[in-house]
Nanobody
Framework: QVHLVESGGGSVLPGGSLRLACAAS????????MAWFRQTPGKEREGVAS????????YYADSVKGRFTISRDDAQNTLYLQMNSLKPEDTAMYYC????????????????????WGQGTQVTVSS
């Protein structure tokens, strides 16, 4: 099992930027994909961005493409999400997740493919 801890959330004005971080520990050797998800009250958890750890392939939801960038620091065992040009509709609780499963990229934003989750960090975009 992988233990994940997110940080970096906060409140920002529309058009602003935030950088989320997710520190991973535990059985990280077997992790094959990591991803960021977000959720607002009453809505299903939505995949935002994913990254394959073996080839560093990335995949983004259409709603964030061109604005968000997922990356990882292997030495620090940390996953990042750089969020630029933030919009009020980006307001949500953001979660990072990890899986040992091999996935096709089009499956990499499906929450049910991930077994390890962090506790979440809140992002609020408001004027």
């Amino acid at each position: 099992q992988v233990h994940l801890v997110e940080s970096g959330g906060g409140s920002v004005l529309p058009g602003g930027s935030l950088r989320l971080a997710c520190a991973a520990s535990g059985s990280t050797y077997y992790t094959r994909w990591m991803a960021w998800f977000r959720q607002t009250p009453g809505k299903e958890r939505e995949g935002v961005a994913s990254i394959a750890l073996d080839r560093s392939r990335t995949y983004y939801a259409d709603s964030v493409k061109g604005r968000f960038t997922i990356s990882r620091d292997d030495a620090q065992n940390t996953l990042y999400l750089q969020m630029n040009s933030l919009k009020p509709e980006d307001t949500a609780m953001y979660y990072c997740a990890a899986t040992e499963r091999g996935l096709y990229f089009w499956d990499s934003l499906a929450p049910n493919n991930y077994g390890s989750w962090g506790q979440g960090t809140q992002v609020t975009v408001s004027s």
